[in-house]
């Protein structure tokens, strides 16, 4: 039975997207699983779905990448139903001219407008790199979260980045002499007023986000260990441990203060701005070992799996209901207690999709549960099992 706090995708229609000419679906199953060969469309349809929820691609940064060869435009359609209420989204991705997305037939001002009407959770294999990829991997796993959940976020962050923009340019014309340091003041103000927000509403979600992180690590590793998320934002000094005041953004101003303070000959002789938000990181660490360093690839690949299972929690408590989970080709990443593990904890109350080549790794329990989609060359028939 579903859960009656899950979103369900009732429908996804494809027009010149990717492979697909042409693709209607409907879905009424929780657990979905897409099966095919590579190279068949399975990602790409996963790459809809997300794009109907965060306006965005987890592939490629340029929209044209979606269209078809030959083709003048690309058009996703989607139909979700929440505890709420219903929702149907369009994104139209011309070959000239800029994106256009709709909700309920109303076209929206602000693409970021869109975040917040299909919550979505990807876990691609890229994720992989979470814990120990670059900082911004996991900068950028924060944001997306609580962009899609906080309508406050997406405005601090939006302009912090603005004015960060602003400022810089303002170093560059401060360090050849065309401005003086003075002008750097009222910038350095607004830059404080939302990079404090920016960083409390990461400490938060970082905070909540480690609660449910432990609780998944014990469940995915037998009990055997013990996971913690550490948010560390720029102004940490080394070895300083989380605190409340974190939270605050009046105390995370005046170290803001502080620390532009502290660089401002420096940011002018290299004409950028070095401290911020744009600086924070999240360590995963088991006990004392930092897993971005020390971690083997077992226990970096769970850490991911438990961060992913957290995110949904999260989301759910942001948002009240849970977020549809699309899963790209992970399956092979997680060995077979990993993966059963995992979908024991999200069969049954989150609408899932999961992209595979075969059908091996799940037992027959699960198969009577989902719905199969056999996929060629951009075309999709349900199999039964």
């Given at each position: 039975?579903?859960?009656?706090?899950?979103?369900?995708?009732?429908?996804?229609?494809?027009?010149?997207?990717r492979?697909?000419?042409?693709?209607?679906?409907?879905?009424?199953?929780?657990l979905n699983?897409?099966?095919?060969?590579?190279?068949?469309?399975?990602s790409?349809?996963?790459?809809?779905?997300?794009?109907?929820?965060?306006?965005?691609s987890?592939?490629?940064?340029?929209?044209?990448?979606?269209?078809?060869?030959?083709?003048?435009?690309a058009?996703?359609?989607?139909?979700?139903?929440g505890?709420?209420?219903?929702?149907?989204?369009?994104?139209?991705?011309?070959?000239?001219?800029?994106?256009?997305?709709?909700?309920?037939?109303?076209?929206?001002?602000?693409?970021?407008?869109?975040?917040?009407?299909?919550?979505?959770?990807?876990?691609?294999?890229?994720?992989?790199?979470?814990?120990?990829?670059?900082?911004?991997?996991?900068?950028?796993?924060?944001?997306?979260?609580?962009?899609?959940?906080?309508?406050?976020?997406?405005?601090?962050?939006?302009?912090?980045h603005?004015?960060?923009?602003?400022?810089?340019?303002?170093?560059?014309?401060?360090?050849?002499?065309?401005?003086?340091?003075?002008?750097?003041?009222?910038?350095?103000?607004?830059?404080?007023?939302?990079?404090?927000?920016?960083?409390?509403?990461?400490?938060?979600?970082?905070?909540?986000?480690?609660?449910?992180?432990?609780?998944?690590?014990?469940?995915?590793?037998?009990?055997?260990?013990?996971?913690?998320?550490?948010y560390?934002?720029?102004?940490?000094?080394?070895?300083?441990?989380?605190?409340s005041?974190?939270?605050?953004?009046?105390?995370?101003?005046?170290?803001?203060?502080?620390?532009?303070?502290?660089?401002?000959?420096?940011?002018?002789?290299?004409a950028?701005?070095?401290?911020?938000?744009?600086?924070?990181?999240?360590?995963?660490?088991?006990?004392?070992?930092?897993?971005?360093?020390?971690?083997?690839?077992?226990?970096?690949?769970?850490?991911?799996?438990?961060?992913?299972l957290?995110?949904?929690?999260?989301?759910?408590?942001?948002?009240?209901?849970?977020?549809?989970?699309?899963?790209?080709d992970?399956?092979?990443?997680?060995?077979?207690?990993?993966?059963?593990?995992?979908?024991?904890?999200?069969?049954?109350?989150?609408?899932?999709?999961?992209?595979t080549?075969?059908?091996?790794?799940?037992?027959?329990?699960?198969?009577?549960?989902?719905?199969?989609?056999?996929?060629?060359?951009?075309?999709?028939?349900?199999?039964?099992?």
């Amino acid at each position: 039975m579903r859960s009656l706090r899950e979103v369900l995708l009732q429908r996804i229609q494809l027009q010149h997207f990717r492979n697909y000419q042409e693709l209607s679906l409907e879905f009424t199953a929780s657990l979905n699983l897409f099966v095919g060969e590579n190279a068949q469309g399975k990602s790409n349809l996963l790459e809809g779905i997300y794009l109907a929820a965060l306006g965005r691609s987890y592939r490629t940064t340029n929209d044209q990448d979606l269209i078809q060869w030959g083709a003048p435009f690309a058009r996703v359609r989607a139909e979700a139903e929440g505890e709420a209420a219903g929702c149907r989204i369009e994104i139209l991705l011309p070959r000239e001219g800029a994106k256009e997305i709709r909700v309920g037939g109303q076209p929206l001002r602000r693409h970021s407008d869109l975040l917040g009407t299909m919550n979505a959770v990807i876990f691609s294999p890229d994720d992989l790199q979470l814990v120990k990829g670059a900082p911004a991997l996991r900068r950028r796993f924060l944001d997306i979260e609580l962009a899609q959940v906080s309508p406050a976020y997406r405005h601090h962050f939006a302009r912090y980045h603005r004015v960060l923009r602003q400022r810089n340019n303002l170093l560059k014309a401060v360090n050849i002499g065309s401005a003086g340091r003075d002008a750097l003041v009222e910038w350095d103000e607004q830059l404080i007023a939302d990079g404090s927000r920016i960083i409390a509403k990461r400490a938060r979600a970082v905070r909540r986000l480690a609660g449910w992180s432990r609780e998944m690590q014990r469940r995915i590793s037998g009990g055997r260990e013990e996971l913690d998320l550490v948010y560390r934002p720029f102004f940490a000094r080394p070895g300083e441990a989380p605190g409340s005041e974190w939270e605050d953004p009046e105390a995370v101003a005046q170290r803001f203060r502080e620390a532009l303070a502290a660089v401002r000959r420096e940011e002018v002789v290299r004409a950028t701005t070095l401290v911020g938000p744009q600086r924070d990181d999240i360590a995963f660490m088991v006990g004392e070992i930092d897993l971005r360093y020390f971690g083997s690839q077992g226990q970096q690949r769970t850490a991911v799996l438990a961060t992913k299972l957290a995110e949904l929690e999260f989301v759910r408590e942001e948002a009240g209901e849970y977020p549809v989970l699309l899963l790209d080709d992970v399956m092979s990443e997680l060995d077979d207690e990993r993966k059963a593990r995992f979908l024991e904890t999200v069969t049954g109350r989150i609408n899932t999709f999961i992209t595979t080549t075969g059908l091996e790794s799940f037992t027959r329990e699960i198969l009577e549960q989902a719905a199969v989609y056999r996929i060629r060359a951009g075309t999709v028939v349900p199999e039964k099992v």
